[in-house]
């Protein structure tokens, strides 16, 4: 959260489509935060998705061989299967995921996991704790007391869609002395 993945991924796709080339951007369709099919960062870029991937989808890109990159937003939501999809187009093209490592219980999504296992290489964005000055790992969720503080929640679903509204950067020390 608040790393910018979102805007790498607009900015990669610009850099592609600027010299001429197909670029197809693909999306889960849980991630609705801004529109079934809009991949929108928090400063205001925003491009619509080529591809919207629902749980069961099979990921399926019309003439890839002309496709010169594949960039896939929030590829936590995927599932193993789907990860593997992508594995077997880059075959064709050069597949660039973003998304989070760990849920807000600090546990692997299984599309995360999944692409930690099969990726050529993995390039972490690095955040500070929104409470100290270390490397934020946790994307803590957290839900506003009476008294305006937040609360972190420790035992939740693992997916709960959101933003700053309900989720913020933490350390692992920061995160685990809020109990």
């Known amino acids: 959260m608040n790393s910018s993945k979102t805007t790498s991924l607009l900015t ?25 099919t809009s991949v929108t960062s928090r400063c205001g870029l925003s491009q ?11 990921i399926d890109i019309p003439d890839v061989e002309s496709v010169a990159c594949i960039l896939v937003d929030e590829v936590q939501f995927l599932s193993p299967v ?5 594995r077997q ?8 995921t973003y998304g989070l490592r760990t849920d807000s219980q600090v546990r692997l999504f299984p599309g995360s996991m999944r692409m930690l296992e099969v990726a050529d290489s993995i390039e972490e964005v690095k955040m500070i704790c929104s409470e100290c000055t270390k ?3 946790v994307n803590a969720r957290y839900y506003l007391r009476e008294d305006g503080t937040k609360q972190i929640v420790y035992d939740a679903e693992q997916i709960a869609i959101g933003g700053e509204d309900m989720y913020y950067a933490l350390c692992f020390s920061c995160w685990d002395k809020m109990r």
Not at 53 to 58: E, H, L, M, T
Not at 89 to 96: D, F, G, M, Q, Y
């Open 82 to 86: 789907q990860v593997d999809q992508l």
């Open 48 to 58: 619509q998705a080529d591809v919207v991937i629902g749980p069961n989808d099979a």
């Open 89 to 96: 187009l880059t075959r064709h093209a050069p597949v660039i």
């Open 12 to 36: 990669t796709a610009h850099n592609y489509t600027s010299l001429g080339r197909r670029v197809v951007i693909i999306k889960p369709a849980v991630d609705t935060r801004s529109g079934p």
């Open 135 to 137: 490397k934020s790992t």
